[in-house]
């Protein structure tokens, strides 16, 4: 099989969100002397990326995007062991914490931002749904995150937001992490208001606003 | 019937599976081959399909999605699965001519069928979108009572307790659910209509014990609590220990079933078999008296878009000719009011809705989110409309509702919020501005002449 034809492969396999495939297919692909990197860059992130924009034009959903991201995690669990090895580590654009605010289950718009950060580069801790104020500021702690992402889709849920940013200040490590809010409650006068440093009006949003934040640099000098 | 006990001992008893293999290993797979095996499909060319054979099908899917997939207790990491009789029997036990209200406002939730010239349901008012003072409260649920076509009321939701923000699950969300009944009860005084029955308890209501504070300072037992399942078909133990204090309560239950378009359940076909499947469950797990879908798509926020009005249309159809629980749809809309686009937002899924067989709730404005953007005229509106297209054959609400989205699809992505309540209110005399009465008049207006629907004078601004 050509190269070009086993990156096609990937990529189909990644869009259809078949893991067990995929996993098949990298294991030839490693055997015929493909790179680990190429495997990612050439086949499986261009597979990523189709699931992507077919989301933005409601042609797949949140199905095919959980299963095209957990096809890839279960692929990266092979593959970058073997970029380490060859110190060719794969460069994450960076970490964010994800969840649902604390009181709140609402879980629909939380896992499509995932599934987008994901698709966009993005290491992403899901915490879920209910989460405590303290949790998203310790796990961002443990894993040295970037961002903090946090959804609320009621109005009286919308106030945990605001005490994830207090309990960051009462820290001393605002200035650590970009918190990002969203969810159906929510709005940029919201976010103002509490000094969120973006604000999602959709899940689709998220994205686009991670890598935004991301890219003006202006927390964590020490990142 | 089985008892609620049972269902509780699943939840506790039942198999173990974590939830995102119930997610995807469960309910994807099995509602794709559902989807697949009774070939449901999409037609953006008719939001209001008039296909019953097609109807049919979804209700046969939903049936065996249900039994082959169960419910997931998310506290429990538990499946709760049901039998087919088990189904079956809960089905022919289902409510009938369950009363709402006391009083002069008592009245029999009807059971409505596709076409049915039998009156729909019209719960009015605010759906539990946000407010920023009890004053604002207690003003609108004076009017929304105020409409003559109203049976029931949908309260909004308090934001605040003298000023702080209500917290979910602190002793201001007790608070703030104390004060939501009584300022509600109050206003229905203040309209004549004490007896009418509030169907969204509690509005501002996150947790069990706000709901059963809510409930014990004024709520009557022909009043209903609003209980849901959640994305997708997932209770907790908070979602069932309302259920447990509103049947020990001797009161009624609105279930509540928000499927997202984009969501689990993935497009259109997957979100009416999901809807449809959701109907025994609020038998079987939240003992409704009613089911409460309202599905929403994933990225507008709104229950107005052209795939929602499919999904909810078709599945009404599916529902309503092969259960006997009554459905009462509640409806977002991007805009908000004092703006066009609000009236043909309600009148596009209100028409798709009651022609399926479906009653009403009208409703969240600028999509039940936005402090203050509600207003007693959308659902005065809404219950006209709902009216005037009892007994419509589904193909001409067809063509209404194709010629509606026409109007307002283009702006769905960035609808026009409006104005607030107290901006095109004055919040003293209860009235509308003189522009959003002409506004109001318009809209009649078109409705009648582009489309024929013959509106009930039912306003009081008019």
Redesign the interface.
């Known amino acids: 099989m050509s190269n070009e034809s086993t990156y096609e492969q990937l990529s189909a396999t990644i869009i259809a969100g078949d893991k067990d495939t995929l996993l098949a297919t990298i294991e030839d692909a490693l055997q015929e002397g493909i790179s680990p990197s190429d495997i990612i860059e050439m086949g499986m992130h261009p597979g990523m990326k189709e699931i992507g924009e077919r989301f933005a034009r ?1 042609e797949v ?4 995007m ?2 095209a991201a ?1 096809a890839w995690e279960g692929a990266m669990k092979i593959l970058e062991p073997k970029l380490s090895a060859a110190g060719t580590e794969r460069r994450k654009v960076g970490r964010v914490v994800l969840g649902t605010v ?8 939380k ?2 931002v995932g599934g987008m950060l994901k698709i966009s580069g993005f290491e992403v801790f899901d915490l879920g749904i209910d989460v405590t104020a303290s949790a998203f500021v310790a796990k961002a702690e443990e894993v040295d995150a970037d961002i903090i992402a946090a959804s609320a889709l ?7 937001q605001k005490s994830i940013i207090e309990h960051l200040e009462g820290r001393g490590i605002r200035n650590k992490y970009f918190v990002l809010v969203g969810g ?2 929510t ?1 940029q006068e919201w976010a103002d208001s509490i000094n969120a440093d973006g604000y999602g009006r ?3 949003d998220a994205a686009s606003l991670a890598l935004k934040v991301i890219s003006g640099k202006k927390k964590g000098a020490s990142k | 019937m089985i008892s609620f006990e049972t269902v509780v001992e699943r939840a506790l008893t039942g198999q173990i599976c974590s939830e ?1 293999d119930f ?2 290993e469960v309910f ?1 797979p099995n509602l794709r081959r559902m989807i697949d095996k009774y070939a449901i499909k999409y037609d953006p060319e008719n939001p209001v399909p008039a296909d019953d054979e097609l109807a049919d099908r979804v209700w046969a899917a939903a049936m065996e999605f249900l039994s082959d997939t169960g419910v997931y207790c ?1 506290d429990t990491e538990r499946i709760i699965r049901f039998t087919n009789d088990e189904i079956e029997q809960a089905l022919k036990g289902g409510p009938c001519g369950v009363v709402f209200g006391e009083g002069k406002d008592a009245k029999a939730m009807p059971r409505r069928l596709p076409e049915d010239k039998t009156p729909p349901w019209c719960s009015v008012g605010a759906g539990g979108s ?1 407010v920023s003072s009890e004053w604002n409260l207690l003003n609108l649920v004076k009017a929304y009572a105020e409409n003559p076509l109203g049976d029931s009321i949908t309260t909004p ?1 308090l ?1 605040n307790v003298d000023g702080q ?5 602190s002793p201001l ?1 007790i608070e ?1 659910a104390i004060r939501t009944t009584l300022l509600s009860r109050e206003g229905l005084r203040r309209a004549g209509r004490p007896g009418m029955p509030i169907v969204n308890g509690i509005a ?1 209501a ?2 069990s014990q706000e709901h059963i504070a809510g409930h014990r300072f004024g709520f009557r037992r022909t009043d209903a609590l609003e209980i849901g399942t ?2 997708e078909m997932k209770v ?1 133990f ?1 979602s069932l220990n309302k259920v447990a204090y509103s049947l020990a309560a001797g009161s009624l239950i609105f279930a509540e079933n928000g499927v ?8 259109p076909a997957g979100t009416a078999v999901v809807t449809a499947a959701y109907n025994p469950v609020d038998l079987l797990i939240l003992r409704g008296a009613v089911q409460h879908p309202f599905p929403t798509h ?2 507008i ?1 709104t229950t107005s878009t052209r795939d929602t009005i499919w999904a909810r249309s078709l599945a009404n159809q599916a529902i309503t000719r092969n259960s006997p629980v009554p459905v009462v749809n509640i409806g977002y809309a991007g805009a908000g009011p004092m703006t066009k686009m609000i009236f043909y937002e309600y009148a596009a899924w209100v028409i798709g809705a009651v022609v399926s067989g479906g009653s009403i709730e009208v409703g969240g404005s600028a ?5 203050d953007y509600t207003s007693p005229v959308e659902p005065l509106f809404a219950s006209e409309v709902a009216h005037a297209v009892a007994g419509m054959s589904r193909r001409e609400a067809n063509r209404i509702v194709v010629a509606l989205l026409e109007k307002y699809e283009s702006q769905l992505h960035h609808p026009p919020t409006g104005q607030r309540y107290q901006e095109c209110f004055d919040v003293f005399t209860g009235t509308p501005s003189k522009e959003f009465i002409e506004l109001y008049r318009q809209v009649r207006r078109e409705m009648t002449e582009q489309f024929g629907l013959k509106l009930q004078h039912a306003s009081l601004y008019l």
């Open positions: 409601y959903f949140l199905p095919e959980m299963m957990v604390k009181d709140d289950i609402h879980s629909i718009g896992n499509i009621m109005s009286t849920t919308m106030p945990q159906a409650a709005t959709t899940a689709g | 995102q997610d995807l994807v998310a946000p939701s934001t923000m209500i917290v979910a699950g969300g703030g501002s996150v947790r959640f994305h907790d908070d997202i378009l984009g969501g689990l359940s993935g497009g994933f990225d926020g999509r039940g989110v936005v402090v």
